[in-house]
């Protein structure tokens, strides 16, 4: 287990490593920096100087050294428009993504697992295809394209929910249900195929010969087991969900992580860009590791690797 854990944990920094290399690579790939920061009425003076003063006139590797042992210490530099320092920054922002995102995970485990679980009692049955038909619509239809279908339908021609912010509870039921579209699919299908293979087991079977109640055979024992792998994959859902949040925060004014980076990107602020890129990264690592922890937890075949 400890070698389980060890192996893990330093794929997920490897990961984390390339995630930063590439972010970092491909800011400075974009163009001049320089040449952006000072504006485009600015004299080949005034670029030179703010290429000196933020150590872009330094070679590649060095760059990425000297900003890569400043965020290790916490120093993720100063934003370029905010007066606030980018941990602040990030700091004020990061709990409104983190709280978005576990709202649309909550909402599609809530939905999502009682309807994997009915549709697996009757495989091909009627249900079960209405069921796999959410599924296969959830993941065709694009975040963004929904929430603006959302914010026409519901706020601007019903007038029930606010279109934007993030002031109120009402700002995120349309976010939330967004999410949450975009999850259940993954949610329900997994929970479907663990369901119809543990239902397929001996154990229900002998289960079942000894005369429990159905209820019991589904809830405590099949859907125990089949619930392992969904355990497991709701941390990464929570990462994608955290990561994916630039689009629908932008869609829906949501001043969270995901806004500020499309702000920061708007406002050519590299080093929010940059820190937001690490964070990120960092998080969906972190969850990916506690996903295979869980996984390990629940599974004990993989302690033994």
Same mark, same amino acid.
């Given at each position: 287990?400890?070698?389980?854990?060890?192996?893990?944990?330093?794929?997920?920094?490897?990961?984390?490593?390339?995630?930063?290399?590439?972010? /970092?690579?491909?800011?400075?790939?974009?163009?001049?920096?320089a040449q952006r920061v000072a504006g485009a009425e600015a004299t080949a003076a005034d670029v030179a100087r703010?290429?000196?003063?933020?150590?872009?006139?330094?070679?590649? *590797?060095?760059q990425y050294l000297e900003w890569g042992q400043r965020a290790v210490s916490g120093d993720l530099g100063r934003?370029?428009?905010?007066?606030?320092n980018v941990s602040t920054l990030i700091a004020q922002r990061l709990p409104i993504t983190l709280g978005l995102?576990? !709202?649309?995970?909550?909402?599609?485990?809530?939905?999502?697992?009682?309807? =994997?679980?009915?549709?697996?009692?009757? *495989?091909?049955?009627?249900?079960?295809?209405?069921?796999?038909? %959410?599924?296969?619509?959830?993941?065709?239809? *694009?975040? /963004? &394209?929904?929430?603006?279908?959302?914010?026409? /339908?519901?706020?601007?021609?019903?007038? &029930?929910? *606010?279109?934007?912010?993030?002031?109120?509870?009402?700002?995120?039921?349309?976010?939330? +249900?967004?999410?949450?579209?975009?999850?259940?699919? @993954?949610?329900?299908?997994? @929970?479907?195929?663990?369901? %119809?293979?543990?239902?397929?087991?001996?154990?229900?079977? @002998?289960?079942?010969?000894?005369?429990?109640?159905?209820?019991?055979?589904?809830?405590?024992?099949? !859907?125990?087991? +089949?619930?392992?792998?969904?355990?497991? %994959?709701?941390?990464?859902?929570?990462?994608?969900?955290? =990561? =994916?949040?630039?689009?629908?925060?932008?869609? /829906?004014?949501?001043?969270?992580?995901?806004?500020?980076?499309?702000?920061?990107?708007?406002?050519?602020?590299?080093?929010?860009?940059?820190?937001?890129?690490?964070?990120? =990264?960092?998080?969906?690592?972190?969850? @990916?590791?506690?996903?295979?922890?869980?996984?390990?937890? !629940?599974?004990?075949?993989?302690?033994?690797?």
């Amino acid at each position: 287990m400890v070698r389980y854990v060890a192996r893990q944990f330093l794929l997920s920094l490897a990961v984390l490593v390339a995630v930063s290399i590439v972010g /970092f690579v491909l800011l400075r790939a974009s163009g001049d920096l320089a040449q952006r920061v000072a504006g485009a009425e600015a004299t080949a003076a005034d670029v030179a100087r703010i290429r000196v003063s933020y150590g872009l006139d330094k070679s590649l *590797p060095v760059q990425y050294l000297e900003w890569g042992q400043r965020a290790v210490s916490g120093d993720l530099g100063r934003s370029l428009f905010f007066p606030e320092n980018v941990s602040t920054l990030i700091a004020q922002r990061l709990p409104i993504t983190l709280g978005l995102g576990a !709202l649309g995970l909550g909402a599609a485990l809530l939905i999502g697992l009682p309807l =994997g679980t009915l549709s697996a009692l009757r *495989p091909n049955g009627l249900f079960d295809r209405a069921v796999l038909t %959410i599924a296969v619509l959830g993941q065709a239809m *694009p975040p /963004f &394209w929904l929430g603006l279908l959302l914010i026409i /339908f519901f706020g601007l021609n019903l007038g &029930w929910l *606010p279109v934007s912010g993030s002031s109120s509870w009402q700002n995120l039921v349309m976010p939330t +249900a967004v999410l949450a579209i975009a999850t259940m699919p @993954t949610i329900m299908r997994l @929970t479907r195929s663990g369901m %119809i293979d543990q239902l397929r087991a001996d154990y229900v079977r @002998t289960a079942r010969a000894k005369g429990l109640k159905p209820l019991s055979v589904v809830v405590k024992h099949a !859907l125990r087991n +089949a619930l392992i792998p969904v355990v497991a %994959i709701a941390a990464v859902q929570l990462g994608a969900l955290v =990561g =994916g949040s630039v689009v629908l925060e932008t869609v /829906f004014g949501i001043q969270g992580l995901g806004y500020l980076a499309w702000e920061s990107i708007n406002r050519a602020d590299y080093p929010v860009v940059q820190a937001v890129v690490l964070v990120l =990264g960092g998080f969906y690592c972190l969850l @990916t590791f506690v996903s295979d922890m869980l996984h390990a937890f !629940l599974d004990p075949r993989l302690r033994e690797q």
